[in-house]
């Protein structure tokens, strides 16, 4: 898969409360939760945002609760996918049980400045800034979860190899 | 000959039906028992009712809780709560928790014997390492995680490297786990534990209470990590024997077992710690806290609403009144901790000392209901998260501390430990 958008730079630490403030976690409709994407770091973020944009983060981003409301968000604000320094643990195991793409690039976060087009090819495992031209890796996937995405997430996985057919 | 293994590692190979792991590897396990709330299972229960799914593969090992938005704040909350419950109802469920029997998860599983040492517990939670403190291997996952394994009764995993963090020595008065813990998560920081295991060792963690072991456990996930993890010993004994009812597994690190990292803390130097906006990371000792005024205080939550933490904010509110402009909320984690308390005569004295007293949820540490934010306003909170915004408005601050602070920081009206009580 390609994925090519306009970035969207944040810092280190971003938390789920700021990717989905919990006041709001009453609620499993998905346009609902993206409706508060980022909300308290920048409340117009959504109106500034295309479909196709990709977020970029420093380190540790995700962490904090659990909540798949968080990647759900995300995704459903038509944001493509993730490309950070490093990923909190639930928030990096959620994407993929959910399908939303995220990509651990130290160098390609550092080589993306606010406002570059980047396009991700998660086959090659690269990420060209087109507005630098400069090409960076991206850190490699475990065959498990390359399964996990190409079944379509955990529960098609589960679906497909754990389910009795009835 | 089977490597050397840490007790992370043990429990994780068991459950995986092998003689041995070693960490990066990705296994597949067996789970004593799964964990939802009001917030992660309804989406977990729709996931599971679109795979197609009738019946969940044990009703005995899947647990419900509703205790984030109840007694429901909202009709939002409301109808998910109604959603789960007739959920549980269908399925037949043994472990689901109304209100007035329910808890707040994490202190009500361990408090009930559902959770014990040697388990592989997954939960729909960020706090569900806090069964590692029975020397158990809880990690927190999401909603889809959690729907997986209603179905197959098995989850995934990466088996974690373990860091070893070793306390010597004795603590000062008024420090208990809390300190400890945020003095680790500011020494190695919010993702210094990343992805993996940390196993809380040596004298001062022998020397820790039940209640104040769960409250390091229940942080790990602050420093990243993905379980903390304490060795079972007399103490856990104490604990599990009078509720079990099922039987339970100590297991032990090997002695030549591998760790990542080994670091070793000085407990005899830490004080009460602070932790400032808007990282856990972000702490302070007592000493240094300056003059911050405070709001609001609120002692309860996942990792400081037991009956240990209540009994410390007794101490120090015995005959002493709250500061004129500063709430003080109450929040005791189960209904059990909560009659317990009254018994005790602590409620007698957190009324004297004007304070509120909830029935348990994880209401306000989450800026969910229950004693939420203005802009500007300042709480000192015995919660897990500082996070901006986590308690109500992007502008609040939130500081964490342990409950002798916090009940110190409410007779004050600023933050200050009970020593300026001269306690």
């Known amino acids: 898969m390609v994925y090519q958008g306009k970035t969207w730079k944040f810092g ?25 994407l980022m909300e308290d770091i920048d409340p117009k973020f959504l109106e500034k945002i295309k479909p196709g944009d990709v977020l970029v983060a420093e380190e540790n981003f995700g962490c904090g609760s659990s909540r798949e409301h968080a990647p759900i968000a995300i995704k459903h604000a038509g944001l493509s996918c993730v490309v950070a320094k490093s990923f909190a643990r639930i928030f990096y195991r959620n994407s993929f049980n959910m399908g939303l793409p995220i990509f651990a690039s130290a160098e390609a976060v550092e080589g993306i400045n606010q406002g570059d087009e980047v396009k991700v090819d998660s086959e090659a495992g690269t990420i060209e800034n087109l507005s630098t031209g400069k090409i960076f890796k991206v850190q490699s996937i475990p065959p498990f979860m390359q399964q996990l995405i190409e079944a379509g997430g955990l529960m098609n996985y589960v679906k497909k190899f754990k389910m009795k057919t009835e | 000959m089977i490597r050397s293994m840490t007790i992370s590692e043990k429990i994780l190979a068991e459950h995986a ?37 009738n019946k969940v593969f ?26 789960m419950r007739q959920f549980s109802r269908e399925q037949n469920l043994t472990h689901y928790y109304e209100v007035g029997e329910m808890g707040i998860e994490h202190a009500l599983l361990p408090e009930l014997g559902l959770v014990l040492p040697g388990d592989l517990v997954i939960g729909a939670d960020s706090h569900t390492c806090t069964y590692g403190a029975l020397g158990a291997f809880s990690t927190g996952v999401g909603s889809t995680d959690f729907a997986a394994a209603m179905i197959t009764g098995e989850a995934w995993f990466r088996v974690p490297e373990t860091i070893k963090i070793i306390y010597q020595g004795k603590r000062r008065p008024w420090v208990d ?51 903390g993890i ?76 037991r009956l240990e933490d209540l009994r410390t904010a007794g101490r120090i509110l015995k005959g002493r009144k709250r500061a004129p402009y500063t709430r003080l909320i ?28 909830s029935t348990p949820t994880c209401g306000p540490c989450l800026g969910g209901y229950m004693g939420i934010l203005s802009k500007g306003e300042r709480a000192v909170a015995t919660t897990n998260r500082n996070f901006v915004g986590r308690m109500g408005h992007p502008e609040s601050e939130i500081y964490l501390a342990n409950p002798a602070v916090a009940a110190a920081s409410a007779i004050l009206g ?5 020593e300026e009580l001269g306690l």
């Open chain 1, 12 to 36: 280190a630490n971003v938390d789920t409360d700021a990717v989905i403030p919990a006041r709001y976690l009453n609620t499993t409709d998905p346009a609902e939760m993206a409706s508060h």
């Open chain 2, 17 to 53: 039906g092998l003689r041995e792991v070693e960490p990066g590897q990705l296994i597949n396990a067996r789970v004593d028992l799964i964990l939802g709330n009001d917030i992660t299972a309804p989406m977990a229960i729709e996931e599971f009712r679109r795979a197609g799914a």
């Open chain 2, 58 to 83: 044990d009703p005995e090992k899947v647990v419900l809780i509703p205790d984030h938005f109840v007694p429901n704040k909202d009709i939002k909350s409301a109808q998910q709560c109604q959603f």
């Open chain 2, 177 to 227: 786990g809390k300190d400890l813990i945020l003095y680790t998560i500011g020494k190695i920081g919010v993702d210094g534990a990343l992805y993996k295991a940390i196993e809380f060792a040596g004298e001062a963690i022998s020397n820790l209470s039940m209640d104040s072991r769960f409250t390091m456990a229940n942080m790990a996930v602050e420093a990243g990590g993905k379980n």
């Open chain 2, 230 to 305: 304490i060795t079972p010993d007399k103490v856990t004994k104490e604990y599990v024997q009078s509720r079990a009812k099922r039987p339970y597994k100590f297991q032990y690190s090997d002695g030549e077992a591998k760790y990542g990292q080994t670091l070793d803390i000085d407990v005899t130097r830490i004080e009460p710690q602070v932790a400032f906006p808007h990282l856990p990371s972000n702490v302070r000792p007592i000493s240094a806290a300056g003059n911050v005024p405070i709001d609001q205080v609120v002692i309860g939550s996942c990792t400081n609403g």
């Open chain 2, 330 to 357: 109450i929040i005791p984690a189960t209904q059990e901790i909560y009659r317990q308390a009254m018994k005790e005569g602590l409620f007698e004295i957190f009324l004297d000392a004007l304070a509120v007293i």
């Open chain 2, 414 to 418: 600023r933050i200050g430990g009970p």
